[in-house]
């Protein structure tokens, strides 16, 4: 090793091995242990100098500069950073004694027994008494401090410097003396810590006792070994300064390195809460805009606009809502991780933002799913009532058009005076034509009854064009009452005139009034044979093919009267053809005639198959729904089952111990593979439930299942699924954090399974107290208080699986404590009750450092002084509430 003493001396100074006044000691020293340390006198010299100098003097001589009690009272102050009384400055004996004293009393203040030494014999400068006095103060100051494994000072020492060295060859520590003559032993202890300063591999023994050095150390060396015993103290004071330099800046390292680990777990559990407080806005914002738009039921006037409605929430059940379904399995999930994480670095647990509990949020998805629950059957309701209004708006425009059509004129009619300047015979048949007209008035009440009853249903349907249907049923009912009051007035005009009036066409008269009847029929059987209908089941529309076929059966009959008023008709004609008869004009007593008669009977002829032809059509449609109802029972009946029987077998896994935890997560997610491949089955229910829809079918008497049944039951199916995984995920965190061996986590599985009586992952209260006693416990009513207090914070009088596994493990599990991150700090803060800037820069990593002087808050004790950061309120903050 090619390095002077002297230059090793300046190598230590610049790595933080002493301080520039203990330059010169520690080449001393490294001089001294080569020649084997028997100058005792200098080495303790070498040992005051070098704290002596901190306050800016030092001494010469050890017997002398002590004699006066000064120096001797402001080394003590300076080794333990306490003020001594005020000494005295006279030169003459007594203030000597009193100043010596002063600094007697002080070290046996410290528990230390001075044997034999005065006061006097330190003033004499007895060199004995003075070195024995010193070295009494290096034992209390210097040494008596360390202790390794509980062992005493000197014990302990002796064993650091056995464990620093033991790799290294050719060095051997049992004692402080032979063990260190070669040097060998200081060498290693420098290259221990410090192996940029020493090539120890270059080092090679003299006579196999000396390492070779050169100059000045390598002769004292060879002195050494040949002739001498190193001095014990002296030995054991060098060896304390190393002790006190290294292990010093080891506990920094330790303790620096406990701050990292703490800090990075706080980062880390900080970032996941921002990403559940992310997520949960996002989600609880989604569900704010979403719930007003389920809620949403103002009708729409068209059938177009209530249909877009009802595709709009198709594409909400099957697009947008299975995402968010996800979005909120996975906020429980990890919630749920980030509780246990927090559990396991005893860190209270995250109360999230107000209003973004889990328990919000599925307070929010249950006030979800409730708006959104009726709001398909009110679409389908709506688009129900939309079809039946527009038939009866049909049925009332066509009904008011055949009214309409046959009022037409008949107010003009009516108002006409022929009768004024007609003959008798002309007078009569007027009177007749009037009956007639009477007859075939009242037959159309029946119409106009029939119109204002389906009006006032459109109106109490709420028919979005009730406005023009009043005013159009109002305007028929008004010309109803008008035609009322002229037929009155025209028939007791005609009736006072009838006096004179004898001659009557019986023929004519009885034609009319069986012409009437019987046209009237045609145009309500016409009206009938044209009208829509709107079916839902065979059963109905077997019972309108059931109505046709009576009123086809009536056909013959009708066809009868038709032949007699025909017949009425030819005897006219015959009569006026067998008697000359001057007729002018028509049948004076009504304006039907045979021709149209035989018009409207051939009209109603050809609507008859017509009829036949819709019936027909309509109850194919009507076996085809029957069909889309047994498809879509046929699979509901099958998928219904396998999701309860699915949610049942997860429970069963979720309670069963078989195997490893490993092997229980393998199983659960090979499981879920499984039922996510299920999933085709479900799109296609979905696919002939959207037919159903489309047909309007209401109803299917053939399943006890809806397409909603099954949607809540897969969603809940998929989350059960998740939810289990993430607990058994939870249970390897637990076991790994806490040390749990499989054998006792399945110890621990087997007593709750065995009082969870209903199976249901929890145990009541009873029955957690009695798996208590069971596994060893002796409980008081007040200590069983406590345990459920821990078991049950909320008090639902429950203990669910996972808060029963973190009780069995807790008393036992390894934590980190504020207390403990707060004395790491005060290491690295060199004991002091604040911390710098500087010193976080100089012991942890940048981001490190940067997140602490971010958090901690100023200093403000007696002793602060600018820049001073409170590790104390941070170190207490980080196992406090989170800000989050």
């Known amino acids: 090793m090619d390095r002077r003493p002297e230059q090793l001396g300046v190598w230590c100074l610049a790595h933080g091995l002493g301080s520039a006044q203990e330059v010169n000691w520690h080449q001393s020293m490294l001089r001294t242990w080569s020649t084997a340390c028997l100058l005792e006198p200098e080495t303790f010299t070498a040992w005051c100098n070098s704290h002596l100098r901190k306050a800016g003097t030092q001494i010469e001589n050890i017997e002398e500069d002590f004699r006066d009690g000064l120096k001797l009272m402001l080394l003590l102050e300076v ?60 034992l209390r100051f210097a040494i008596q401090d360390i202790s390794v494994e509980e062992t005493s000072a000197k014990e302990g020492l002796l064993l650091w410097c056995q464990r620093k060295t033991a790799p290294y060859k050719n060095v051997n520590i049992q004692n402080f003396h032979i063990s260190w003559k070669d040097g060998l032993g200081f060498c290693a202890l420098i290259h221990r810590h410090r192996p940029e300063l020493i090539d120890y591999g270059k080092l090679r023994k003299v006579s196999d006792r000396c390492p070779t050095l050169t100059g000045q150390t390598h002769r004292a060396a060879t002195k050494t070994t040949n ?92 697009l947008h809502k299975p995402p968010k379904v996800q979005e909120k399995c996975q906020l429980e999930i990890n919630f749920n991780t980030l509780q246990t994480k927090l559990r396991l670095s005893n860190r209270p647990a995250f109360m999230p933002s107000e209003g973004k509990m889990v328990s919000d949020i599925n307070n929010a998805w249950g006030n979800l799913e409730g708006a959104e629950k009726g709001y398909e059957e009110w679409l389908l309701n709506e688009i129900r009532r939309l079809e039946r209004l527009d038939h009866l708006a049909e049925k009332f425009r066509q009904k008011a058009a055949i ?84 037929t009155q007035k025209r028939s007791e005009a005609l009736q006072r005139t009838e006096k004179l009036l ?124 029957e069909r889309l109802r047994r498809q879509f029972a046929n699979q509901a009946n099958v998928i219904g089952p396998w999701i309860q029987n699915k949610m049942e077998e997860i429970g069963r896994i979720s309670i069963e111990m078989h195997g490893t935890l490993e092997d229980q997560l393998t199983h659960l997610r090979q499981y879920e593979k499984s039922i996510v491949n299920y999933k085709p089955k479900i799109d296609q229910l979905e696919g002939d439930h959207q037919l159903i829809q489309e047909a ?113 493990s807790r008393e036992t599990a390894d934590t980190d404590t504020a207390d403990q991150v707060m004395a790491s700090f005060k290491v690295l803060a060199g ?25 901690m808050a100023p200093y403000t004790g007696p002793d602060a002084v600018p820049g001073a950061l409170d590790y104390m309120s941070f170190s207490t903050a980080l196992y406090g509430e989170s800000d989050l």
């Not at 007895?126 to 070295?135: E, R």
């Not at 309007?696 to 909603?708: G, P, R, S, V």
Request: hydrophobic content about 40%.
């Open 831 to 855: 004991d002091k009750n604040y911390i710098l800037a500087d010193e976080l820069r100089r012991e942890l990593p940048p981001d490190q450092a940067e997140y602490c002087m971010a958090r």
């Open 227 to 318: 002739t001498l015993r190193p001095d014990e103290k002296a030995v054991m004071t060098y060896v304390s300064c190393y002790y006190h330099a290294f292990s010093g800046k080891q506990k920094a390292e330790t303790a620096a390195n406990r701050i990292c680990k703490v800090l990075a777990v706080n980062q880390e559990n900080e970032q996941l809460m921002e990403d559940y407080e992310k997520l949960a806005t996002d989600l609880l914002e989604w569900i704010r805009r979403t719930i007003p738009w389920l809620e949403n039921r103002l009708p729409e006037n068209t059938m177009q606009a209530m249909q877009q409605k009802l595709e709009d929430f198709r594409d909400y059940r099957r």
């Open 403 to 486: 009214h309409e059509a046959w009022t037409a004129g008949k107010e003009d009619m009516l108002q006409k005076h022929d009768f004024e300047t007609a003959s008798l015979s002309e007078i009569k048949a007027l009177l007749k034509k009037h009956e007639a007209f009477e007859s075939d008035l009242a037959a159309h009440q029946d119409r106009v009854e029939q119109i204002a009853a389906i009006a006032q249903e459109l109106n109490e349907l709420d028919y979005y064009d009730s406005p023009s249907v009043n005013a159009r049923c109002q305007r028929i009912c008004d010309q109803w009452d008008a035609l009322g009051a002229l």
């Open 696 to 808: 309007l079918i209401f109803d299917n008497k053939h399943t006890n299942y809806t397409m909603e049944h099954i949607r809540v039951g897969w969603e809940q199916l998929l989350t059960t699924i998740a939810r289990t995984i993430n607990e058994i995920e939870n249970q390897v965190l637990t076991r790994d954090a806490k040390g749990i061996s499989q054998e006792q986590l399945n110890e621990y599985r087997a007593s709750f399974n065995h009082f969870d009586r209903k199976r249901s992952g929890i145990m009541d209260a009873e029955d957690f107290k009695t798996c208590l006693i069971s596994v060893g416990y002796n409980l008081g009513e007040n200590e069983f208080s406590r345990i459920m207090s821990i078991v049950d914070p909320n008090r639902m009088g429950i203990v669910t699986f996972q808060a029963f596994i973190d009780f069995m």
């Open 502 to 625: 004898e001659t009557i066409d019986q023929l004519y008269l009885e034609f009319a009034k069986r012409a009437a009847p019987f046209n009237n029929w045609m145009e309500g059987a016409m009206e009938d044979l044209q009208d829509t209908f709107i079916v839902h089941t065979i059963e109905e529309i077997q019972g309108l093919s059931t109505a046709h076929e009576q009123f086809k059966a009536t056909l013959p009959e009708a066809d009868k009267e038709r032949q007699a008023i025909l017949g009425i008709h030819n005897e006219i004609a015959k009569i006026v053809q067998t008697y000359h008869v001057n007729m002018a004009g028509t049948n004076p007593y009504t304006t039907i005639n045979p021709q149209e008669i035989n018009a409207k009977w051939d009209k109603v002829r050809q609507l008859v198959p017509q009829r036949d032809q819709a019936l027909i059509e309509e109850h194919a449609r009507q076996q085809n729904n």
């Open 79 to 138: 080794i333990s950073g306490e003020r001594l009384a005020k000494p005295e400055r006279g030169k003459m004996r007594v203030h000597k004694i009193s100043n010596v004293n002063k600094a007697l009393d002080f070290i046996t203040g410290k528990g230390v027994k001075l044997v034999s030494i005065g006061a006097e014999e330190i003033v004499d400068g007895n060199a004995k008494m003075t070195l024995g006095m010193i070295w009494t103060i290096i």
